[in-house]
């Protein structure tokens, strides 16, 4: 996700989903208001569909944020890797 910062240099925000720990389709939500300034970002796991855990179940969600300038589809994919641990 890419946005002006409060500065008005350009800036990006990297979310990685774990595939081992996390929901198998995950949606983003964010909010982008210029006005107030606000900006938030963050997984919606359950805006698809309902997770139901029986009682003592639990679920674990795993994410890395990186908080990025300028990149590339090079660099990103190459973060990604390295979170995964390859």
Do not use: C
Not at 26 to 31: H, P
Not at 58 to 65: D, E, G, I, P, Q
């Amino acid at each position: 996700m890419g946005f002006s910062s409060l500065t008005g240099e350009r800036v990006g925000i990297g979310m990685f989903q774990h595939p081992e720990y996390t929901t198998s389709s995950t949606r983003w939500y964010y909010v982008n208001d210029a006005k107030i300034p606000f900006f938030y970002y963050s997984p919606a796991s359950i805006y698809d569909k309902n997770i139901k855990l029986l009682k003592g179940e639990s679920l674990t969600l795993k994410y890395r944020v990186w908080i990025l300038g300028q990149t590339s589809e090079k660099l990103l994919e190459s973060k990604y890797r390295q979170y995964l641990g390859n």
